[in-house]
Each structure stands twice: as C-alpha cells, then as structure tokens.
C-alpha cells in the first residue's frame, strides 16, 4: 500500500520524532545526577568521621569502599567541602617538620626531642606513601638517648605499618626498598631493625634481606622461570602460532651458601721441579774401610760404601685460589612445550635443539625438555564454555545488586528493578509514538476536525506528564 505524504503528515510526523528525542534527553537527566569525588584514599575510620559529619548536616553521598572515595553532587560539593574543613576532615594528611612552624622559643630539650621525632615520622610517612600501591603508613621510631658515659649503646629500631590500595600486595623488593629507605632516614639504623607490617597483622619484612626468606626464594625463582619461558617463546612463537603454543620451565635452585680454598705449588719454569735450597748426603761404610780413617785422604771405592742417601729440599711458589659459591645457583633445568597444531616432517628434532641451546641445557647435569602434542575438541569446548557461561548468568542475575541512594545514605536500592523501569519506560513512550503514527497514517487523510481532536489529545498528554514530573521532583 503505497502512502502519500501530505505537508501536514509531514509536520506532524517531524514533531513526534523531536518529541522523542527531547523526552529521551529530559529521562537521561531524571535519572542520572553528576556527582564528584569529595574525598578518597580513607581508611574506615575516617569513612566513619566523614560520613557521620555530612549525615548530621543532611548531604547526600555516595561510598566506594574498594578505593575508599566518597562521591556528593555536583551541587553540594562546597556545602560538604565546608563542612569537613570546619571539623578538620578535609585534608586528613601526615606531619612533617611543618610541626615546628607553630612552636614556642621555651621548649624543653625533652618536648624539642619529642617533636623532632615527631616531625620524622611524618616526613618518613609522607615518603612511603608516595608509592602508588599504599594508600597509608603509620611509622614508628625508636630512637635511644646513647651518651659516651653508657656503657652498652642501644640499637635505633623502627616499625611501619602499611594500608595498601585494592587488596594489592608488595613485592619483596619494595619491601626491601622500603627497609632502606627507613634506614637511611634515621641515624645509626639497620635496616634489619626495621620491621613493616601490613593492616591485617601480616609480617612483611624479614632480617635476611638476600634469599634468605621463603617468599623471597619464591619470587626469585619465578623472575628466572619468566625469563627462561621469554626465551624459548621468542624461538617458538616464530615457527607456531602463538594460541597454538605454551611454555613451562621448571628449575631447581640451590640456596646454599659454600666457600673453598686450595693452595697448590707451582714450578719452574720450563721445569718440573722447584729452586735446590739444600742437599744432603749421607753414607755407610764398611768396617776397616780406607775411607773412615780419619788421616785418608784416597779416595773410597764404591765397594766401600754399604748404604747411600741423598736429600735435596726444593722451594715452590705457591698458589692459593679461594672458590666462594652465591645462593641461586640453578642445579637442574625442565623445559615442557604443549603444541595444539602439528610441526613439518623433520621440524621437532630442530625445534629441540633449538630451545636447548637457547637456554643452555646440559643432559649430563639431568636437564629435560619434552615437547607434546595435544588435538583439542573445539566443539566439546565450545558446548562446555557455553554451559558454563549460561551458569553464570543464570546465577548472576539471581541475586540482585543493591547500591546506596543519593538522598538517604544508608538506603539500599536494587539495580534491577532500577534497569526495569527505564526499560518500561522506553518501551512506553514507543508504543505511544507506534500508536500515534498508525492513528495517523492507517486512517489515511484526516479533516480538520480530527486534527484539531488529535492536538487537544497530545497537549493535555503533554500537560499531565509534565506537572507529574514537577510532582515526582519536588
């Protein structure tokens, strides 16, 4: 059926589309209200001052737990900056040596000593906390009044205990990076004595700074596997393709410390022997011998002599060689290669060798590599994937999320239902506009009676809709 577009059929149908389009625009702002980050970072506690200080003073808010964030409105940031700045919660941050600006010229040497160690803290704090990972720091130090007259001097000690942001967790060598830090912040400080803790009572630090801890030997051993697996995927990734491939280098790695010395003598040069100090002869005779008279002087015959020795004392240099054997030393090596997509004729024994010689294996000290083939069954894969996933939808949408409303802090509101009603919404306002047009164009022509009828219709569907909006706003 072929329609003929009138001028006013024209009109009217460009006015419902811009209709639409400003119902669309004037719902979106109903429903979503800006709102601005008012403070971040806080721990519970200072959740707790924060929120207790804009509840009493009726201010809508917004928590993020995760990052510790409080969002308000747009429009009720400077009340809510206002009100935490009176009760000194706006800027929730660590003293420095700024402690000093506000102190008087009569302190005691002792009230002196408190505020300088006071003013290190919060100096020490502010620099840890600098680290993208901590969200805060409490530092603690132990500083001993040694003077010359004691007779045992005390150690300096110090204690840090960390917040970190997002659950993360601190690598062994930040942890390490943190000890020195501390150390060499505060005067005759180990950085053994410097003992970091996490929020949940968790010990961090360790005295043995090298591989002397098990997370340490840990986290030393994956860097060497990490490395090891870059070095075969750069070979392998070159002959397969990289979805079709996977690497795993196991290493045994021994943590002992050894020390050896060996002094060997070295000889002459061009000789096998060393510079003659001194020679030794002696002889035995026989009884009535020419030769043991005392006034002879022939010569005695080799028949004479009974017994002959003869010692000679050689002098060599010396070479003293001191062997000294680092933990982390790596005993054995084993290379695992799984392949999803078979090789060319002849392409494994090359591929084998290749990734032996790229991380140095040696047989004879019992390193493996072993190289598998392994065909996949994409559409039980598929199939399972897909039941999986339909599982946890499924379950997902069982239970519904709630979030806290603007206007009352400790309301809980459910999304879904929320998503429901925008969805009803729209769908509404289509049929609606659906039920206009085939009003309009399934009649065909209209007079100017009905088209009057039509407009007095859409202006008091108009009227209504806009003094229940008023309504629902106030």
Do not use: C
């Not at 030393?329 to 494994?348: C, D, H």
């Not at 009003?439 to 007079?447: C, D, E, Q, S, V």
């Amino acid at each position: 059926m072929h329609i003929d577009f009138k001028l006013h059929q024209k009109k009217i149908f460009a006015g419902l589309f811009v209709l639409s389009s400003i119902l669309a625009v004037v719902l979106f702002l109903l429903i979503k209200t800006g709102s601005e980050i008012l403070v971040s970072d806080l721990q519970k506690g200072e959740l707790s001052s924060v929120t207790r200080t804009l509840v009493d003073n009726n201010v809508s808010f917004e928590i993020d737990e995760q990052n510790g964030a409080i969002s308000v409105p747009d429009e009720q940031i400077p009340v809510a900056r206002m009100l935490l700045a009176e009760n000194g919660l706006l800027d929730i941050k660590n003293v420095g040596f700024e402690i000093f600006d506000d102190t008087s010229y009569g302190l005691t040497e002792f009230s002196q000593k408190i505020y300088y160690q006071r003013a290190l803290q919060g100096e020490i704090e502010k620099s840890i906390k600098t680290l993208d990972v901590v969200r805060s720091v409490r530092v603690h130090l132990v500083i001993p009044d040694n003077s010359i007259f004691k007779r045992s001097q005390e150690e300096a000690k110090a204690s840090v205990v960390l917040t970190v942001k997002n659950k993360n967790s601190l690598r062994q060598d930040k942890i390490v990076g943190i000890q020195n830090l501390v150390a060499a912040s505060v005067p005759k400080l180990m950085p053994s004595k410097v003992t970091i803790m996490d929020s949940k009572g968790n010990l961090l630090s360790s005295s043995e700074l090298l591989l002397g801890d098990a997370l340490q030997k840990v986290e030393f051993k994956r860097e060497l596997e990490e490395y090891y697996i870059a070095k075969v995927n750069e070979i392998l990734f070159k002959v397969v393709d990289q979805k079709n491939a996977v690497v795993s280098v196991d290493l045994t790695i021994d943590y002992s410390k050894s020390e050896s010395t060996q002094q060997n003598s070295l000889p002459l040069m061009n000789s096998d022997s060393g510079v003659l100090v001194s020679n030794k002869v002696s002889r035995e005779y026989r009884e009535g011998s020419t030769s043991k008279r005392s006034n002879s002087k022939g010569k005695s015959s080799e028949n004479d002599i009974l017994s002959e020795s003869i010692e000679n004392n050689y002098q060599y240099s010396s070479e003293l060689v001191k062997k000294q054997v680092s933990p982390g030393r790596i005993i054995r090596k084993g290379v695992s290669i799984l392949l999803t997509s078979e090789l060319g004729e002849g392409q494994l024994p090359k591929l084998r060798d290749l990734v032996a010689n790229a991380v140095g294996l040696n047989e004879e000290a019992g390193d493996q590599i072993s190289i598998e083939f392994i065909t996949l069954e994409k559409t039980v894969k598929s199939n399972s994937v897909s039941n999986a996933t339909q599982e946890m939808v499924g379950e997902t949408l069982k239970e519904p999320v709630k979030v806290l409303l603007r206007d009352s802090p400790y309301q809980e509101y459910d999304v879904t239902k929320f998503s429901s009603i925008k969805i009803y919404v729209y769908v509404g306002i289509s049929l609606f506009i659906l039920a206009i047009l085939f009003f309009i164009f399934g009649r065909g022509r209209l007079n100017s009676a009905e088209r009057l009828e039509v407009l007095d219709d859409m202006r008091t569907w108009l009227n209504e809709s806009s003094s229940s909006r008023h309504a629902d706003v106030k």
